[in-house]
Nanobody, 127 residues
Framework: QVFLIASGGGLVQAGGSLRLSCAAS????????MSWFRRASGKEREFVGA????????IYADSVKGRFTISIDSAKNTVYLQMNSVTPEDTAVYSC????????????????????WGQGTQVTVSS
């Protein structure tokens, strides 16, 4: 059984930083890519960014480009989301997802690109 466990959420002040982790287990992910999504209260789920398992390809949503960085430690089967210069608009439940790299890198926003979804971790940014 595949598990994607997100952690690291919490309360942070505007302008601050936070690092989220997503630990993957249950299969080999070498041909997969990992993505972060977020869902703010009352809003649709939003793509944040994606990374190939090798770390050679990254994609970011315009709303986080230049502020957020995705990285991967394949030896630990863990993907990270470094969030800098956060604003109240970044408040949301953040979750990770995994899918075949060909699908994810080709269409990172499409939910059909992903085989596995994890539970979320709440990030709250205070003004």
């Amino acid at each position: 059984q595949v598990f994607l466990i997100a952690s690291g959420g919490g309360l942070v002040q505007a302008g601050g930083s936070l690092r989220l982790s997503c630990a993957a287990s249950g299969r080999t992910f070498s041909t997969y890519a990992m993505s972060w999504f977020r869902r703010a209260s009352g809003k649709e789920r939003e793509f944040v960014g994606a990374i190939s398992w090798s770390g050679s390809h990254t994609i970011y949503a315009d709303s986080v480009k230049g502020r957020f960085t995705i990285s991967i430690d394949s030896a630990k089967n863990t993907v990270y989301l470094q969030m800098n210069s956060v604003t109240p608009e970044d408040t949301a439940v953040y979750s990770c997802a995994a899918g075949p790299s060909v699908r994810v890198i080709g269409n990172p926003l499409g939910t059909s690109s992903y085989d596995y979804w994890g539970q979320g971790t709440q990030v709250t940014v205070s003004s």
